[in-house]
C-alpha cells in the first residue's frame, strides 16, 4: 500500500497534482479516522494557547484528524510548511482545513516562516511545525520550535501519534499510514516553558520528549 501510494503521489506531482492531492489525501486520512479506533492521551493539553506544538514528520499522516476532532478546531493555529514541492500540497490541505500556512523551512525560506511564526504568536495564535522536516534526518531538532518559544515566552506541546497495524514508506522520514480498523493513539505532552533554558538545552531537552512516544 505505501509503495502503491507513494507512487500515485508521485504521478500527481504538477499543477494538476497539486490541485486533486489535497482532496485525495484528506479523503483517505477521514475514511482511516473513521474506521480505525483512536485514543487521545492528555487531550486537555492542546488547550494551551498560544503555544509551539511540535510532532515528527513521519508521525503526520493522522493530524488533518486530530485537528479535526479536539479541542485544535477552535484555536488560532498556523503551520509552518516548507517550500518544497511536497510543501505545496500540505499547504492546500491545511488551507481546505482552515489553517494558516507559513511557507518556509530550515532549508529554504526559513527566516520569512520565522518572522510570520513570531508576529503569529505574538498576535495570539499557536504555531505547529516539524523539528526534523522537511528533509531530515529523521527525529533531529532544529531550532525553529525553540527559537520561536523563548522569543514569545510561550510552552512547547509535543504531539506524537502510534498505530498498532501500519503501512510505512521508504523515505528519510519512515512516514506511516494506519491501517483500517487499527489503534491510533496520540499523545500529547505537558506543555514545558524553555525560555529559562539555553538553545542547545532546550532542544535537547525537546528530542527526549518527543522520543517518549515515537516509533
Known amino acids: 500500500m505505501a509503495k502503491w501510494l507513494r507512487k500515485k503521489i508521485k ?8 490541485l486533486i492531492a489535497p482532496s485525495l489525501i484528506l479523503g483517505l486520512v477521514r475514511i482511516l479516522g473513521f474506521t ?12 494551551a494557547t498560544p503555544c509551539v506544538y511540535t510532532l515528527w514528520h513521519g508521525e503526520l499522516s493522522m493530524m488533518p ?26 499547504s492546500k490541505i491545511m488551507n481546505k482545513l482552515k489553517i494558516t500556512s507559513l511557507r518556509g523551512s530550515s532549508t529554504r525560506g526559513g527566516l520569512q516562516a520565522l518572522k510570520g511564526a513570531l508576529r503569529y504568536v505574538r498576535d495570539g495564535g499557536s504555531v505547529a511545525i516539524t523539528p526534523d522536516g522537511p528533509r531530515g534526518p529523521r527525529h533531529s531538532v532544529a531550532d525553529g520550535a525553540v527559537v520561536i518559544a523563548q522569543a514569545c515566552k510561550v510552552p512547547i506541546v509535543c504531539i506524537n501519534c502510534k498505530a498498532s497495524s501500519f503501512w510505512q514508506f521508504k523515505s528519510w522520514d519512515k512516514m506511516f499510514i494506519p491501517k483500517p480498523f487499527s489503534q491510533v493513539d496520540f499523545y500529547v505532552q505537558t506543555p514545558k516553558e ?9 532542544k535537547a531537552s525537546l528530542q527526549s520528549r518527543m522520543l517518549t512516544h515515537a516509533f
Open 36 to 47: 480505525c479506533k483512536v485514543k487521545i492521551h492528555g487531550e486537555e493539553h492542546l488547550d
Open 194 to 202: 524553555v525560555s529559562s533554558l539555553s538553545k542547545d538545552e532546550a
Open 65 to 90: 484528524w486530530l485537528y479535526n476532532n479536539t479541542l485544535l478546531m477552535d484555536k488560532s493555529l498556523a503551520v509552518i510548511v516548507s517550500q518544497h514541492n511536497d510543501g505545496e500540497v500540505l
Open 11 to 18: 504521478r500527481l506531482k504538477g499543477s494538476f497534482g497539486n
